[in-house]
């Protein structure tokens, strides 16, 4: 992150193991964003994500879906790959973009089955190592944690760690990946950027992507807050869901315009900031400048754009960091009643079991003040690779929340490989889970 503001040096009473975010950092280019300072409320949840039939057909297995595609045939046929105008970085303009994709996927039958639901998920970091001393291993974890997520559901993934656009630093430069992306993935119907600081804290949970069946451009956020109270944290742009379509190209193309390597740069920071009053750094950025393309470029945009704010879509560490052990004994107390769920099996069929999770979590709610395990959990402003987090928090909130987040997760993939981490604040110890853990009470 590039912003001064959030930069925290003279912070020297912190014990020993918060003396790793002293360090100097540098900028941050995995689109960690760090200026979200959100409070909000969560809305109930009134529309809720229908349960599946919890009998274990497979038809519903994108991994299945996933496994069938013929990666040894590509025809000779011409395509946009053969067009030499064609480009991938962020000036080459793409034109009849869903007809090129229909036509590469027409030469590719095998990839027709479940393409309307196929995800390429991508996240990245800067080139250059951490600053902090921990920096690396932590965004290691992070990353873990999403290959994790992806192989139990059975997307594909990308990391991505290089400046496409040397102009496009910090939270920009993920524009150019996830428009390269789409060149590179015509299969992929859906491009998922996940911060590098955010994580899956429920490995079961899955996007209900038949909710967002007329809409190209999924984000966490509020409408009011959006429409009537101006605040550029009326949404999170760290982690988006985009359909790969010519409607995303052209989006993109208009939302990167705002970025540093436009003339208009400067001139956008102002009117960014004039309009979004909360906004207090001066340089434009992707976050507000989405909250602009939807509150005033509404008739162009906004009615291909989802705000969800049901579930945590992405959600603040901040408000989910305290709820990990009550939620663990909840769901605990869920599997001591049902042998089904207890039940050791291969991780391959996990989606099957979230399936049947599902009929109990019918009270848990979603979002703020619910007892389902938080979706995704994103520690914006902790910075874990530069170690310069926001001063509003401190290093100790920060580490022992993405410890105890990244354990509270990991214990749902280790429970597969038949191990725990008894203790969420301790990394290092893992305990072999007794068979039927955990028992009913006697
Ligand atoms: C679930 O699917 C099975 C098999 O297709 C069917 O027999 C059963 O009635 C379905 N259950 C529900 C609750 O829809
Ligand atoms: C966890 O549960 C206990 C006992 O029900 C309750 O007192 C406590 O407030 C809960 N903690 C959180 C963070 O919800």
């Not at 299969?187 to 007329?214: G, N, Q």
Request: with cysteine; glycine share 6%; proline share 6%.
């Amino acid at each position: 992150m590039a912003k001064p503001t959030f930069r925290n040096n003279n912070n020297n009473n912190k014990s020993s193991s918060s003396s790793i975010w002293l360090t100097d950092g540098f900028l941050f280019l995995g689109g960690a964003f760090s200026a979200l300072l959100l409070v909000w409320g969560f809305t109930s949840f009134t529309n809720p994500i229908p349960n599946e039939n919890t009998s274990l057909k497979p038809q519903q297995n994108d991994a299945v879906l996933y496994s069938s595609p013929d990666l040894l045939f590509d025809p000779s046929d011409k395509t946009f790959y053969d067009d030499p105008e064609m480009g991938y970085t962020m000036s080459d303009k793409i034109e009849n973009w869903d007809e090129k994709r229909q036509e590469w996927l027409k030469l590719h039958p095998s990839f027709s089955a479940g393409a309307k639901e196929r995800i390429l998920m991508i996240t990245g970091s800067q080139p250059a190592a951490c600053k902090n001393p921990i920096g690396d291993h932590l965004l290691l974890r992070f990353f873990k944690n999403k290959v994790d997520y992806c192989r139990i559901h059975g997307y594909d993934i990308f990391y991505n760690n290089a400046l496409l656009h040397p102009k496009m630093f910090a939270y920009w430069a993920k524009y150019p990946v996830v428009k390269a992306a789409m060149m590179s993935h015509p299969e992929a119907e859906w491009i998922w950027w996940v911060d590098s600081d955010a994580l899956f804290t429920d490995m079961e949970f899955k996007l209900p992507l038949e909710r967002y069946k007329d809409h190209n451009l999924v984000v966490h956020g509020w409408e009011h807050l959006i429409h009537e109270k101006r605040s550029w944290t009326g949404l999170n742009a760290g982690v988006f869901l985009i359909r790969n379509c010519q409607w995303s190209l052209d989006f993109m193309e208009a939302w990167a315009g705002m970025g540093p390597q436009s003339p208009d740069y400067e001139e956008w920071g102002k009117i960014l900031r004039s309009t979004f009053k909360d906004k207090f750094f001066p340089e434009s950025d992707d976050q507000t400048g989405l909250a602009y393309l939807i509150a005033i470029e509404k008739e162009k945009w906004a009615n291909k754009i989802y705000l969800e704010g049901e579930y945590y879509f992405e959600g603040y560490w901040e408000e989910i960091r305290g709820t990990f052990d009550n939620i663990s004994k909840k769901y605990d107390e869920i599997e001591k009643d049902v042998i089904r769920l207890r039940r050791r099996h291969a991780e391959k069929v996990s989606e099957s079991y979230g399936v049947i999770r599902e009929k109990y979590l019918k009270d848990a709610g979603y979002g703020k003040g619910s007892w389902r395990r938080p979706f995704v959990t994103h520690f914006t402003g902790c910075q874990p690779c530069s170690g310069k987090y926001n001063e509003m928090y401190s290093a100790d909130d920060c580490w022992n929340g993405m410890r105890s987040a990244l354990n509270f997760a990991d214990n749902q993939v280790m429970r597969k490989f038949g191990f725990v981490h008894p203790d969420l604040d301790d990394d290092k110890r893992v305990s072999p889970l007794p068979f039927d853990y955990p028992q009913p009470w006697p």
